[in-house]
């Protein structure tokens, strides 16, 4: 059995559950399919707004907000499968969806990677930044992906063998948004779990604005210093993330206090360049990011 999986969280998630229950009707054993969605304790609204989907799935809510990686853990405890496949709750699905992750339940690989896409109609001004990072970013060929199979890791869009996701859980210390992705890629590569990316992309359905994708950016670099703070003594993890091989040159150069002194200066305006949408730069975006992570692994520190 595949058991697809879907926290939601503040999202109208009735029409994704709705055109996956529909594929499901349409295969030749439908019986070998359940939708499990875990509502993150969203707000009264988007409760009402989903209820339909309890005609479709399983249906839990949670009396509290647990965050993004004990949530996915948490399906281990209600998806039956053999298999789990997570999507977030903003997907648009491909048709034959279902089919194409299928065929790869009898491959030699313990994770699949379906990958993701962007409506060219999430281009607005107001959501340029969060748009040119996921397209530019995020949004790679399924070769590209091939290349650094492990770091290409995505929580959007994939399927996981349940006894793989028993040994390698997420990490229940993070909290805030981010990076639970990457650490799970990295422990996938550390024990060697055979993985596939393959052409299934999703649609990403939600675009944010600037300030949103902004303020979930900072949040990650923050989650990124956590993460940081209890991975030092493995250098190979480092190496596996461009902000932290960006900030353990700068630092084995002595140059996190200059550049963070810049960073302090061009902060205001930088900001403000995102918010807008005028002019977005991904390098100078990527600074930014950089300047953040010293503030908070350096100076925020020293206020402690």
């Known amino acids: 059995m595949i058991?697809?999986?879907?926290?939601?969280?503040?999202?109208?998630?009735?029409p994704l559950v709705r055109r996956l229950a529909t594929q499901i009707e349409r295969l030749s054993d439908p019986d070998s399919y359940e939708i499990v969605c875990i509502d993150d304790h969203s707000s009264g609204y988007y409760l009402n707004q989903n209820m339909g989907i309890c005609d479709l799935?399983?249906?839990?809510?949670?009396?509290?907000?647990?965050?993004?990686?004990?949530?996915?853990?948490?399906?281990?405890?209600?998806?039956?499968?053999?298999?789990l496949m997570f999507l977030d709750n903003d997907s648009v699905v491909p048709d034959n969806f279902l089919r194409t992750y299928l065929k790869e339940t009898s491959g030699v690989a313990d994770v699949v990677v379906g990958g993701r896409v962007y409506d060219q109609r999430g281009n607005d001004r107001d959501r340029r930044l969060r748009?040119?990072?996921?397209?530019?970013?995020?949004?790679?060929?399924?070769?590209?992906?091939?290349?650094?199979?492990?770091r290409s890791f995505m929580t959007n869009n994939f399927m996981v063998r349940r006894t793989v996701l028993e040994s390698i859980k997420f990490d229940a210390r993070l909290t805030k948004y981010g990076h639970e992705d990457t650490l799970f890629g990295y422990q996938l590569e550390k024990r060697h779990v055979p993985i596939r990316h393959i052409d299934n992309a999703v649609v990403n359905g939600y675009v944010e604005t600037n300030l949103e994708f902004l303020n979930k950016s900072i949040e990650a670099v923050e989650n990124l210093v956590q993460i940081y703070d209890y991975m030092w003594e493995e250098p190979m993890f480092a190496r596996s993330v461009n902000l932290l091989k960006a900030y353990t040159k700068v630092r084995r150069m002595r140059l996190h206090g200059l550049v963070h002194l810049v960073y302090r200066m061009l902060k205001p305006g930088l900001e403000s360049s995102f918010v807008s949408g005028k002019a977005v730069s991904l390098k100078l975006f990527s600074f930014y990011k950089l300047g953040t992570f010293i503030h908070y692994k350096h100076y925020n520190e020293n206020k402690k």
């Open 57 to 83: 799935a399983t249906y839990l809510r949670l009396n509290e907000n647990i965050g993004r990686a004990r949530i996915r853990n948490l399906f281990l405890k209600y998806a039956k499968g053999e298999w």
């Open 131 to 150: 748009y040119l990072y996921g397209t530019k970013i995020e949004s790679q060929p399924v070769e590209e992906r091939e290349r650094h199979p492990y």
């Open 3 to 14: 058991s697809i999986c879907i926290p939601i969280y503040n999202y109208y998630a009735y």
